[in-house]
T-cell receptor
Framework: DQQVKQNSPSLSVQEGRISILNCDYT??????FLWYKKYPAEGPTFLIS?????DKNEDGRFTVFLNKSAKHLSLHIVPSQPGDSAVYFC????????????FGQGTILTVHP | DTAVSQTPKYLVTQMGNDKSIKCEQN?????MYWYKQDSKKFLKIMFS???????INETVPNRFSPKSPDKAHLNLHINSLELGDSAVYFC?????????????FGPGTRLTVT
């Protein structure tokens, strides 16, 4: 049972445009949401997070939006840069799984110059 | 100056063998993790240790045995390797448990069982 889904396996955008990555989850008890970025042959690195008491968190070019009623999370990158090309994973925590992150299967983002 | 290191980076072995993957973190973190990334690219937690104490143990075959000699190290020993164990294994650490504490990942160990 996939509790966290990233339905788009890949996304391609032009440099300077906005990239929007989406994530859906099933358990309304989840209360902490994160995005990780992964380059080939490296481990994931933390990007940005949001707790369930907020609906938006911004850090430079990266903004995470949380829609609790829709159980939907999104990451906006604007403006997108070629160096943003990577795999992006959303992850959730909470409910009965405190301390345990559950990851989506990732979305490959390619930013073209 | 690597924060979380794993050895080896690649491991090719035959079914039935026993192998170990080592993980070390120099961040002074209290909590360490092992994740498995399978062929479908899902990252799934296997184990979590806090100050050498096991706190998360997911549904993992008991052929997998983590060992934490001190809080800077969390090694993964796998007995009687099977084809389905082929995956990339990531070690991670965080200051403390809980998602509010960022997890730092190692580069991964690609295990291939033939």
């Amino acid at each position: 049972d996939q509790q966290v889904k990233q339905n788009s396996p890949s996304l391609s955008v032009q440099e300077g445009r906005i990239s929007i990555l989406n994530c859906d989850y099933t358990n309304s008890m989840f209360d902490y949401f994160l995005w990780y970025k992964k380059y080939p042959a490296e481990g994931p690195t933390f990007l940005i997070s949001i707790s369930s008491i907020k609906d938006k968190n911004e850090d430079g070019r990266f903004t995470v939006f949380l829609n609790k009623s829709a159980k939907h999370l999104s990451l906006h990158i604007v403006p997108s840069q070629p160096g943003d090309s990577a795999v992006y994973f959303c992850a959730v925590e909470g409910g009965t799984s405190y301390g345990k992150l559950t990851f989506g299967q990732g979305t490959i983002l390619t930013v073209h110059p | 100056d690597t924060a979380v290191s794993q050895t080896p980076k690649y491991l090719v072995t035959q079914m039935g063998n026993d192998k170990s993957i080592k993980c070390e973190q120099n961040l002074g973190h209290d909590t360490m993790y092992w994740y498995k990334q399978d062929s479908k690219k899902f990252l799934k937690i296997m184990f979590s240790y806090n100050n050498k104490e096991l706190i998360i143990n997911e549904t993992v075959p008991n052929r997998f045995s983590p060992k934490s000699p001190d809080k800077a190290h969390l090694n993964l020993h796998i007995n009687s390797l099977e084809l389905g164990d082929s995956a990339v294994y990531f070690c991670a650490s965080s200051l403390r448990g809980g998602a509010a504490h960022e997890q730092y990942f190692g580069p991964g160990t690609r295990l291939t069982v033939t």
